[in-house]
């Protein structure tokens, strides 16, 4: 079956270091998310993404963060220069071809960032 | 401010019994999904409603969403031990499926 993978599962930086999450989203996907999860609270939504364009974007996702499809399988989240409430799980997700509203999302099993 | 609240935030049950968990917000959603989380891992989706007043049933679980499209229940009939876990509500503001919005959250402990 097929699904969304993130690497790495753990990253480890320190504070004002830049980093870069990586997922691979479900081949026939053309639309593809970010989500951060704090421990212990909500998942919230940073970014859409399709058509190599941001389709929408939460506050959360400031100048410090921006998302790439640098080629056909990767999509990465960068965050410039990290801080320590960067901390958190990080998930990646995607949805079918139509983008209509009830697609389902497929989430990845989520990359844990640990500032320092 | 939250965008959907989730009640009750924690519930802790015997095996057999019913429960119901409610997702309640001010907003109009196109769609609302309802996802379970183990410790450690991704959300992954139970169900999707989409049309006002749509109930849908996954095995012991039934789904519905409400007329106006601005909240949702689940209900379990006869919990069990392997229910356990984080349940969330997710609704979606947009008409394209690409601005999903979670809820707090509700943590399920079935008791053996």
């Known amino acids: 079956e097929p699904e969304v993978t993130q690497t790495p599962s753990h990253q480890v930086t320190q504070m004002g270091q830049e980093v870069i999450l990586r997922c691979v989203p479900i081949s026939n996907h053309l639309y593809f998310y970010w989500y951060r999860q704090i421990l212990g609270q909500k998942v919230e939504f940073l970014v859409s993404?399709?058509?190599?364009?941001?389709?929408?974007k939460s506050e959360i996702f400031d100048d410090q963060f921006s998302v790439e499809r640098p080629d056909g399988s990767n999509f990465t989240l960068k965050i410039r220069s990290t801080k320590l409430e960067d901390s958190a799980m990080y998930f990646c997700?995607?949805?079918?071809?139509?983008?209509?509203?009830?697609?389902?999302?497929?989430f990845g099993p989520g990359t844990r960032l640990t500032v320092l | 401010t939250q965008l959907l609240e989730q009640s009750p935030q924690f519930l802790s049950i015997q095996e057999g019994e019913n429960l119901t968990v409610y997702c309640n917000s001010s907003?109009?959603?196109?769609?609302l999904q309802w996802y379970r989380q183990e410790p450690g891992e991704g959300p992954v989706l139970l169900v999707t409603?989409?049309?006002?007043?749509e109930v849908k049933k996954l095995k012991r679980l039934t789904f519905q969403f409400g007329d106006a499209r601005k909240d949702s229940s689940l209900h379990i009939t006869a919990a069990q031990p392997g229910d356990t876990g984080l349940y969330l509500c997710?609704?979606?503001?947009?008409?394209?499926?690409?601005?999903?919005?979670f809820g707090t959250g509700t943590s399920l402990t079935v008791i053996p």
């Open positions: 907003s109009v959603f196109s769609s």
């Open positions: 993404f399709y058509n190599n364009e941001i389709s929408e």
């Open positions: 997710a609704g979606d503001l947009s008409n394209t499926g690409n601005q999903f919005y």
């Open positions: 997700a995607s949805s079918s071809i139509t983008g209509g509203a009830g697609d389902e999302q497929f």
């Open positions: 409603v989409v049309t006002g007043g």
